[in-house]
């Protein structure tokens, strides 16, 4: 089956620092992949995704490029501020699942100015 | 713009009772899938609707059950709840079934047995 692996947490960084979380999927099909983010008090939000190999998401200064030779999908952001602070969570959605998304199990980011 | 409402935001049951959650998608969305986050976990998909009908389900128990209504929302209903049954229920909604669509998340409803 479907399966999400993240590096574990919690992670704690200088604000400015360079932040790189590491997320490895297993799929049948060729998946979707998502990052999700749960800032503190907050629901999930989309962060960014990828729906095709060699596609890189972005957004809010992050990005993840979907690798399919290694099965990876980085999240990465060149200089972390306090304000990212949160959960960030690795998903994907497979067409011979459609709507079934496979979470991974989160990694805290904690920045500190 | 509304997003995916629920309600209640906490519950408390005893072991043994039902309990019934509700969900409003985000508007214009008309699929509902509903997940299970246990604390320090990601979410693991319980079942999503579509056109009113269950069309996937994960690794859970019948005692977990739905409905979609004409209206796009829904509920999830658990019986004979067990202790392991206290987590974070999430509703997220999209459009259409398609893989690329992503979910728009609630704040979920927090459910604690005792």
């Known amino acids: 089956g479907n399966s999400v692996t993240q590096m574990e947490g919690p992670v704690t960084l200088s604000e400015e620092a360079f932040l790189t979380i590491n997320c490895t999927y297993t799929a049948t099909g060729y998946p979707s992949l998502f990052w999700y983010v749960q800032y503190p008090g907050e629901g999930l939000q989309l962060l960014l995704k990828a729906t095709k190999a060699d596609d890189k998401g972005s957004n809010k200064g992050f990005e993840a490029t979907y690798r399919k030779e290694t099965t990876s999908f980085h999240l990465e952001k060149g200089s972390v501020q306090v304000s990212d602070s949160a959960v960030y969570f690795c998903?994907?959605?497979?067409?011979?699942?459609?709507?079934?998304?496979?979470f991974g199990d989160g990694t805290t980011l904690t920045v500190k100015p | 713009d509304a997003g995916v409402t629920q309600s209640p935001t906490h519950l408390i049951k005893t072991r043994g009772q039902q309990v019934t959650l509700r969900c409003s998608p985000k508007s214009g969305h008309d699929t509902v899938s509903w997940y299970q986050q246990a604390l320090g976990q990601g979410p693991q998909f319980i079942f999503q609707y579509y056109e009113e009908e269950e069309r996937q389900r994960g690794n859970f128990p019948d005692r977990f059950s739905g409905h979609q209504f004409p209206n796009y929302s829904s509920e999830l209903n658990v019986n004979a709840l067990l202790l392991g049954d206290s987590a974070l229920y999430l509703c997220a909604s999209s459009l259409g079934q398609g893989a690329n669509s992503p979910l728009h998340f609630g704040n979920g409803t927090r459910l604690t047995v005792t």
């Open positions: 998903a994907l959605s497979s067409d011979t699942n459609a709507g079934k998304s496979t």
